[in-house]
């Protein structure tokens, strides 16, 4: 199977800046089941006041809720950031068979840098990551985002 995570990466991308804009860290995310998109988004953790409210999190519910299943066999999660645990623990729960990622997070990575919650033999589904697409720009957005909320002195965290 032929997969576009370039082109999906980069509505990922849009998302990001979406939440940047919204003053939000630079996170998007999107649920594709072959080339159509089921779900986008990014984090709305400040503006929801909700702790669970990643871009992923959001991505899949509505990928869900499009569905009308909570199991989302056979989809792509594309996401700018390597997921933290709680995303990696949804990814898991909603079956996700892929899952593409750009920036690693070595400070809270659930994927490759800290866990590898999504290659765990011991649990009951396990999920093909391909990491590093669009690296470069994904980790740019979230560098300028932060080295502009350090200028202002002004980071919501």
Do not use: W
Request: include cysteine.
């Amino acid at each position: 199977m032929s997969y576009n995570d370039e082109k999906f990466m980069d509505i990922a991308i849009e998302e990001a800046l979406l939440a940047s804009a919204k003053g939000e860290v630079p996170i998007g995310a999107v649920v594709t089941l072959g080339d159509t998109i089921l779900a986008r988004s990014h984090n709305s953790a400040i503006s929801m006041n909700d702790p669970s409210a990643h871009a992923e999190i959001l991505a899949i519910r509505q990928a869900a809720t499009t569905v009308g299943n909570y199991r989302l066999i056979g989809t792509t999660l594309y996401v700018t950031l390597e997921p933290c645990i709680m995303c990696a623990g949804s990814i898991i729960q909603a079956r996700i068979q892929r899952v593409v990622f750009g920036a690693d997070d070595p400070k809270g990575g659930g994927v490759v840098s800290l866990y590898g919650i999504l290659d765990d033999k011991r649990l009951n589904h396990s999920v093909e990551v391909k990491s590093g697409v669009k690296k470069d720009a994904c980790a740019e957005i979230l560098s300028r985002f932060f080295r502009e909320k350090r200028i202002v002195g002004n980071v919501k965290s």
